[in-house]
């Protein structure tokens, strides 16, 4: 499973990339608002920073196919090859993937509530699908379930398309789905901050360096003692 960030500041990408094994960058419209910046200026930044062939998905925001088309070219003008182009599927959606799918873009299927939204988007020539796991978990249904049965219709249709799991919001639920073997989790930095975060662990450092202050003295490491 590819490990993605969900998040569009570049200080804050560049502290997760240099503690954390990330495979590349995710955004939306939300994501950038955030930012309060030029969109271009943003994700030029955060390009420049992972480098050309590192994964980087940019949402389109135009409703209707010929909009979502113009701003999927420009995206890919402005930020290289190895950009996923984020559609939302709707009608419109899935009309423009079929096309941008014959040029050979990078097309990330985004907004993904159901199962038949990423067969759909599969079909229409998607690389990923983002099924958005808390939203639906909020919806009072199960997000997990729904992101793993979105990876069985993949593998029995013989679709290359691949899970890029979306909207987590606790360890859990990126767990279940490593398991389960996805293709990518994007997650943003709260939740990632909080995947390895436990006391025990924290307890068992502190004794070890204790026991080895105790045998070589305070501020002792293998290096100097
Ligand atoms: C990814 O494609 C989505 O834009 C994103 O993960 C949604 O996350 P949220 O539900 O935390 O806003």
Known sequence: ?????????????????????????????????????????????IREFIGVNAELHVQVISLDAEGMMQ??????????????VKVPVTKEGLKAMKTLAAE????????IYTQMQAYLAGKAGAHYAAPYVNRIDNLGADGVKVAKEIHDIFKKNDLKTE?????????????????????????????IEGLIKLDSVTCAVAAFTKDFEGLCGKGKSMLDC
Request: net charge negative.
């Open 104 to 111: 050979g873009a990078n097309i990330t299927a985004t907004a």
């Open 71 to 84: 701003e999927a070219h420009r995206i890919q003008k402005e930020l290289g090859a190895n950009t996923y």
């Open 1 to 45: 499973m590819k490990f993605i960030v969900d998040f569009a500041n570049l200080d804050q990408i560049k502290e997760l990339y240099a503690y954390y094994p990330v495979d590349g960058v995710t955004t939306n419209p939300s994501i950038l608002a955030k930012e309060g910046k030029n969109p271009y200026e943003v994700l030029k930044g």
């Open 163 to 191: 899970v890029l799991a979306a909207s987590f919001k606790n360890s859990q639920q990126v767990l279940e789905l490593a398991k389960y073997g996805v293709g990518a989790a994007t997650i943003s930095p709260d939740v």
